[in-house]
Structures are given as structure tokens and as C-alpha cells.
């Protein structure tokens, strides 16, 4: 067995052996008129994908917060409140908290605040203040670390997690915050997988899908680009032959000079590797994270 393999095992391991769960953090539950309010009525648009909208809030207090939907359970009330009880349990820098939850029309969860908006917010605004260099190599060390503590220190495993410019908030430090996770599967089904499976026998497609969305992200980081706007674009590029000449071409504008080529040149290699695990994986996920953090020298957070 790798021995990093075998460190993170024993890691997960002992882990499990002192608790079977986090706290739960209090959670409060909000009176679904005030989250409509805060919400403009549900328009307040921040991303949009199958498994719901979520919006930004700003509460009559000024609080603000991101208030997801959560369609999957609309006729589940119990699985709801089961999500609700898990979410509350997962306690990491980069996961945005949950604060609480509301039921009506809509089964709601309420997260901390997102002042600094989307990542793609701050790649499409710009009003905005371009992110410099080293904030981005923190954004994608970060997201690397929320998915090692999703999948090998959660328990269970979380295994539903969409990454993307648009689900990465973004806090007052610029702290990358993963929003679109949960246990429940694409197809509104709790996803059933034994804890070993994080480590060396993490090479289903749940786990390569989470491996290849991070280099997807990792080029958006470098170019600036949604995914969502050229994912294909991007992806062929990167896998192409003609890498090393073009790369000037393909970096954000808004970095002009201010990056290490160095750096660059690794964080790219991190990407390719992660782009070819979609359907065969061929590591797991803290071997990736171990690895960009070896790469591009970003110390853990």
C-alpha cells in the first residue's frame, strides 16, 4: 500500500474511532415570509442548478446570506430535516456554515453570509477588483482541502458536491467557501458508500466526477473563463500538445504579469492529472490535495 495512502487510513481511522459525528451547530429555523422578504420574493438569483436556485438574503437586521433550495426533498420531510441535522455537523473553513433552514412553498437552507460574492462574479464584474495571483492559488488549495475533509474525515463520506465558479462564495478574507453539498445523489438518492472508499479504493465515478470538476476549476482560476461559458474550450486546451506555447494566449487578462510561470506550469500539470480521473480515477483525493500543495507551495489552512 502507498504509504500516503496508508497515512490517510490511519488518519480516518482513528478519526472514526473517537467520533461518529461532529457537533451540530445551532441551527435556527427561519419564518419562511422573512427569507422571501430577504430574498426579494426569490429573486435574487445567485446560481441555478437541478437540485434547486439559491439566492442572496439580506435580512431587516442587515445580515446577509445565501438561502438555497432544496428541491430533492420537497416531498421528503423527514430525509429534509435528516440533511438539515448533517449539514449542521460539518464544521470546515472552507464550507459555508449552515445557519439554519425554513419550510413553505419552498424547503430552504439558510447559510452564512457571502459579501464577497461568486468566484464567477468576480471573474464577469468588472467593477470589481481583479483577484491577484496568490488569492487564486489559495482558492483552489482551499477547495481541495473542503473535498479531502468531505470525503475522508465527514461521516459518512459526503459524495453529492458540484464545484464551479458560480458555487464558490467568496468571505470578507476572500476565503473560498464550497456551497453545493449534501448526501443526497444526482437523482435524489442517498448515496451509500463504505468510509474505505475515500482512501485507496476511491476510484468510482462519484469520486473521478469530484477529481475532475477541481481541474475544471483550477482552469477557470488560470483564465478567468466560467467553465460554463467554454468548459469544452478549456478542457481541449489543457489536454492538448500545443500547451507550453499557448498558455500566454489563455491567461486571465487581469494577472497582466503578476504570476509565477513557475507556478503556473505546476498548477496547470495539477489540472491535466485531475481532467483525466473522470472516469478512471487513478488517486484519491488527498493524494490531489497533498499534491497541489506540494506544487504551487500554499501552506495548509
Keep these: 500500500m502507498d504509504p500516503t495512502i496508508r497515512k490517510f487510513r490511519l488518519r ?13 451547530s445551532f441551527v435556527k429555523k427561519f419564518h419562511y415570509k422573512d427569507v422571501k422578504r430577504a430574498t426579494d420574493g426569490f429573486q435574487r438569483i445567485i446560481y441555478s442548478s437541478s ?6 438574503a439580506r435580512f431587516e437586521g442587515g445580515e446577509v446570506a445565501l438561502v438555497k433550495e432544496a428541491r430533492a426533498f420537497d416531498e421528503e420531510k423527514d430525509s429534509f430535516y435528516r440533511e438539515v441535522q448533517f449539514l449542521g455537523r460539518l464544521h470546515h473553513r472552507h464550507l459555508l456554515a449552515l445557519r439554519g433552514f425554513s419550510t413553505g412553498n419552498k424547503r430552504l437552507l439558510v447559510f452564512d453570509n457571502i459579501e464577497n460574492g461568486s468566484l464567477k462574479e468576480h471573474f464577469n464584474d468588472p467593477l470589481r477588483t481583479p ?50 453539498v449534501g448526501l443526497l445523489s444526482s437523482v435524489g438518492t442517498y448515496v451509500k458508500m463504505p468510509h474505505s472508499s475515500c482512501t485507496e479504493e476511491c476510484m468510482g465515478q462519484e469520486c473521478g466526477n469530484i477529481i475532475f470538476q477541481l481541474g475544471v476549476l483550477i482552469l477557470e482560476l488560470v ?6 461559458q467554454g468548459g469544452t474550450d478549456l478542457i481541449q486546451w489543457v489536454q492538448g500538445s500545443r500547451l507550453s506555447s499557448s498558455i500566454h494566449m489563455m491567461i486571465d487578462p487581469d494577472l497582466g504579469n503578476n504570476y509565477d510561470s513557475g507556478e503556473l506550469k505546476k498548477l496547470l500539470s495539477v489540472a491535466r492529472l485531475c481532467l483525466k480521473s473522470k472516469n478512471n480515477p487513478k488517486f484519491p483525493i488527498p493524494q490531489v490535495f497533498r499534491y497541489l500543495q506540494k506544487k504551487v507551495d500554499i501552506p495548509c489552512d
Excluded: M
Design 12 to 24: 480516518l481511522l482513528a478519526w472514526l474511532h473517537r467520533s461518529r459525528s461532529g457537533p451540530i
Design 51 to 56: 437540485h434547486g436556485a439559491a439566492y442572496k
Design 223 to 228: 483564465t478567468g473563463q466560467s467553465s460554463e
Design 131 to 180: 483577484l491577484n495571483w496568490k488569492a487564486r492559488l489559495q482558492i483552489a488549495v482551499g477547495v481541495a482541502a473542503a473535498l479531502e475533509y468531505l470525503l475522508l474525515f465527514s461521516n459518512p463520506p459526503v459524495y453529492h458536491i458540484s464545484i464551479s465558479s458560480s458555487n464558490i462564495i467568496l468571505d470578507e478574507n476572500f476565503t473560498a467557501k464550497l456551497t453545493d
